[in-house]
């Protein structure tokens, strides 16, 4: 995949992080537990479906996923499936890594003082086994701006590729006045657009995408190089991101009015 140009410049003043598959490599734990739990059943999780579940909250993903398995035993219903990749999966977060140039880069954002908030479908309790051990190097110069699915503060059913996580990380961790909803849903002000317009949005899934572009904000997409081998997931995004990057090694700053990198960061 080549990298894509930018679709429009812009000066950014703010910017929202993805963290699953995008800051750290959790998207590979994902994947090695699920396949453990279906291969006692003679299935696996294919990459194509796993498409469909990335950026979507816990429950919503795994009700997808069993879907294509419908003989499987209804014994393994999907609170069981959740209870069992818990399990699995929690022996895993304290050792999850950061991707390739997540460090550099949210370092870089915090030393020049640029507002950094993070906006994530895991849950409150998942997002902290994930971080603990790299609050120092990673998230703690997030400041604790980070909202999750479950705080309370997203409506049921307004997961992504509603934009409403990014909206209201935006609103509440930022102090950003971008209102509230899609744009043609809600009545949004003209000052309220152009507050989005400022915003840029890191994310790696398709429906982190969407709902980045349906906040009405500048959207980045670095896809896991799988994703875009099931199929031409490129041409069918509804809307498409300003810039598609193989790495966050490759973001360049200055491509969008921030402070260039320095030999410090």
Sequence with gaps: MAEQGLRRKIAIEYVLFDMDGLLIDSETIYTHV??????????????????????????????????????????????????RRRIGQDAFWPFV????????????????????????????????????????????????RVVCADDGLIKAGRGKPHPDIFLVTART???RDVGEGEIGEYVVTETQLAERARGLIFEDAIPGVQAGKNAGMQVVWVPDPNLLEVGDNENTILQKPDQILKSLEDFNPEEWGLPPYDDES
């Excluded at 294509?68 to 499936?81: L, Q, R, V």
């Excluded at 409150?124 to 110069?141: A, C, D, I, P, V």
């Design 34 to 83: 699920t396949n453990d739990i279906l291969a006692e059943y003679g299935k696996e999780m294919t990459w194509d479906m796993k498409a469909g579940l990335m950026g979507k909250p816990e429950r919503d993903a795994a009700a997808h996923l069993l879907s294509f398995f419908p003989d499987i035993p209804p014994e393994f219903t999907i609170d069981e499936y959740i209870r």
């Design 97 to 144: 890594q950061p991707l390739p140039g997540a460090l550099r880069l949210v370092k870089h954002l915090y030393q020049h003082k640029i507002p950094i908030a993070v906006a994530t479908s895991s849950q409150r309790r998942n997002y902290e086994l994930k971080s603990q051990h790299l609050m120092e190097t990673l998230f703690g110069h997030f400041g604790g």
């Design 173 to 175: 961790c930022l102090e």
